[in-house]
């Protein structure tokens, strides 16, 4: 039974990078598909995930607040959250972030 309330898009060869939510950088991550509320993600190396991260949009150069819905293996369902409590990434963590060489 589909419980999405917005039709999910593929993408192809889409990256992007998973960023504790103080700012520390974890791992890059492929999109697989991205519906209006959430995202399917396949991250590029093994790691420890929190249940909260940033996801960084490379196309974007962007980053929205995810939780994870589930997970198997190096696949990650993730929904978009809002929170205000959480401090927004700073300008000098998100250029970092989108230059083709990063280091954070």
């Known amino acids: 039974m589909e419980k999405r309330n917005e039709e999910r898009k593929k993408t192809r060869l889409r ?5 504790t ?6 791992t ?5 598909n991205l519906a209006g509320g959430g995202a399917k993600i396949r991250i ?3 790691c420890t995930i929190p249940n909260r991260f940033w996801l960084f949009d490379d196309q974007y150069c962007g980053a929205l607040i995810t939780e994870i819905v589930w997970h198997k293996d190096a696949e990650y369902g993730v929904r978009f959250v809002q929170d205000p409590g ?5 300008d000098t ?5 989108a230059g083709k060489y990063y280091s954070l």
């Open 15 to 19: 990256s992007g990078k998973l960023v």
């Open 21 to 26: 939510l103080d700012g520390q950088f974890l």
């Open 28 to 32: 890059e991550c492929h999109f697989q």
């Open 44 to 46: 590029v190396s093994q």
């Open 86 to 90: 959480i401090v927004p990434l700073n």
């Open 93 to 97: 963590i998100l250029n970092t972030l």
